[in-house]
């Protein structure tokens, strides 16, 4: 079983910034791609920013040029730098390891999910 921890949350101005931080925990070998997603009040949860172990980026058009995503493949972590807050940026934060291999010898892959940290943008 792998656990997410996630931590950076909070209420920030408009125009202020965040850091948001996650660490996988548990029986891993390898994770395929790590990263952030993100649901507001009555919409569907979106991808935010995903970096994958080779260290291939992809960001949600809207949040490009103000977020940027990094990653520590030996610590099993993922960060998400987030600049020039607006309150449309206003929602939970979820951390996603996607495609994680616990084993060597195994093929199986799996996903997991954080508990998610919230992030306000006042105007």
């Known amino acids: 079983q792998v656990q997410l921890a996630e931590s950076g949350g909070g209420l920030v101005q408009a125009g202020g910034s965040l850091r948001l931080s996650c660490a996988a925990s548990g029986t891993i070998f390898s994770i395929r791609a790590m990263g952030w997603y993100r649901q507001a009040p009555g919409k569907q949860r979106e991808l935010v920013a995903t970096?994958?172990?080779?260290?291939?980026?992809n960001y949600t058009d809207s949040v490009k040029g103000r977020f940027t995503i990094s990653r520590d493949n030996a610590k099993n972590t993922v960060a998400l730098q987030m600049n020039s807050l607006t309150p449309e940026d206003t929602a939970a934060y979820y951390c996603a390891a996607k495609g994680v291999r616990s084993r060597s010898f195994t093929l199986r892959e799996y996903d997991y999910w954080g508990q998610g940290t919230q992030v306000t943008v006042s105007s």
């Open positions: 970096m994958t172990r080779d260290g291939s980026t």
